[in-house]
């Protein structure tokens, strides 16, 4: 056990000299053993060790747990930090299975313990038998190859350095050494569906293949190969259709649905989000359909389909009230990511500024105060050299804006109406006029 362990150190290059670990200890045989055999290469690899052990408060008998790391941590003179939560009542505060309850406590646990004791690095017990049972139980959920790789061996500052190393190797390494664990009671209720496949399920598997762990493991790490392709491919997609907004909505559209789905879920993933395939679908079919819409998905995410691009975000409300704008001065309005410069200078001989950006303005013709704020359904301008008045929102599609930018759209506002819609129309019934001998003059750039 040691030499795999020594193996997958190296071949992952899970730690670095120097470093100090911090070793998840439940008292079970897989962390004590991953405990004893960090510590007895902690020196060939230049590292120092620290203990935490969390009490999930889930049973009532685990002050023998407590007993069995609190003496591992003195005989080996290693820091211990200790903490003991409520994950029934976790659980049942926000509407989780006990199992996720557990799992959450805990990162949250060993991630504190980790900064308090200096440690770089978070050395999990986690073994080949249970990389197998987790891809058993992601293939019975139905998931893609993202889930059916099962966990990883290295994630951020997790390493899990027997990944190679079943169960029954940290028992015997255990038994062989003297090295004392508990076995929690809790692994052996059926009824729980990780414990079914690890009693009933894996067991029944080696009768068709002896090696059916190895088997799942070698598939797991194929798998993982397959989903660094597939991210690969996702990102490389979304480099091609990137826009000023967003992706092109032609360009994604042209793809087959199953890389069209790379490409959400990727989008979904920069947001720190995993969509389920439900979600995927509904984002699918309405790209199918070739017209406008939104797809609301979980956490406050929508994905919008409309204006030539395909969008996913954080859902927000439009920027409500009016932003004074400074006459002269610069003035950043943060709601609208703009920043905004109003000059009086003396008219220039020509008044196509030809940046849509910037334009010129009858002094003459603005009536204080002057702001910037976002469309309502009301707003008109008359367009230079019509007589007739059009609705800012109508204009607004006809630009092909989509719906959802339409009302964050921003508008230069006096007190009589609109005199800009910024970065499109400027408002006819405030062009210069011919007697101006000084015009404003205003532009906008993003923040």
């Known amino acids: 056990m040691l030499e795999k362990v020594r193996e997958t150190l190296r071949r992952h290059r899970m730690v670095s000299p120097g470093e100090r670990v911090l070793v998840a200890v439940s008292g079970g045989a897989d962390s004590m053993a991953l405990l004893y055999g960090l510590f007895w290469l902690r020196k060939e690899f230049r590292i120092e060790l620290a203990i935490a052990h969390l009490d999930h408060g889930i049973r009532a008998d685990t002050a023998e747990d407590l007993r069995i790391v609190r003496t591992a941590a003195a005989d080996l003179g290693l820091p211990l930090a200790y903490e003991r939560v409520d994950a029934p009542g976790y659980a049942k505060e926000h509407k989780l299975n006990l199992e996720e309850a557990a799992r959450r406590l805990r990162r949250d646990f060993l991630r504190r313990a980790a900064q308090e004791l200096g440690a770089q690095k978070i050395a999990l017990g986690h073994t080949r038998t249970d990389l197998a049972e987790t891809i058993l139980l992601h293939l019975l959920r139905g998931a893609g190859p993202a889930g059916l790789r099962g966990f990883l061996p290295v994630v951020g500052p ?72 597939l991210a690969w491919t996702a990102q490389k997609l979304r480099a091609e259709l990137r826009r000023e907004r967003g992706l092109d909505l032609a360009g994604l559209r042209a793809l087959p649905p199953p890389v069209q789905a790379l490409v959400v879920r990727a989008l979904a993933h920069e947001h720190g989000i995993a969509l389920y395939r439900k979600h995927v679908e509904a984002v699918l079919r309405s790209l199918s359909r070739g017209e406008a819409a939104e797809v609301h998905l979980p956490q406050g995410l929508v994905a919008r389909i409309g204006g030539g691009l395909f969008v996913v975000e954080k859902e927000s409300p439009p920027p409500t009230g009016t932003w004074p704008l400074a006459i002269p001065g610069e003035t950043e309005v943060a709601a609208f990511g703009l920043a905004f410069r109003v000059e009086r200078i003396a ?25 910037v704020r976002a469309p309502t359904r009301a707003d008109v301008i008359r367009p230079f050299g019509r007589t007739d008045l059009v609705r800012v929102w109508d204009l607004l599609a006809k630009e092909g804006v989509p719906r959802w930018e339409r009302a964050r759209w921003p508008l230069v506002v006096d007190a009589r109406g609109v005199v800009w819609v910024v970065g499109l129309r400027l408002n006819g019934e405030y062009a210069v006029l011919p007697e101006d001998a000084e015009v404003l003059f205003l532009r906008a750039w993003k923040l």
């Open 347 to 371: 008219r220039p001989a020509e008044l196509d500024t030809k940046d849509r950006f910037a334009v010129y303005v009858s002094p003459s013709r603005v009536q204080p105060p002057f702001g």
């Open 158 to 229: 997790f390493i899990r350095p027997l990944i190679d190393v079943s169960r029954e190797e940290t028992r015997a390494f255990c038994e062989a050494h003297a090295i004392p664990f508990r076995d929690d009671p809790t692994n052996y209720d059926t009824r729980l569906t990780r414990n079914a496949i690890r009693l009933e399920l894996l067991p029944k598997l080696t009768k068709f293949n002896p090696q059916a762990e190895e088997a799942l493991a070698r598939a797991a790490e194929l798998l993982g190969q397959t989903q660094e392709v």
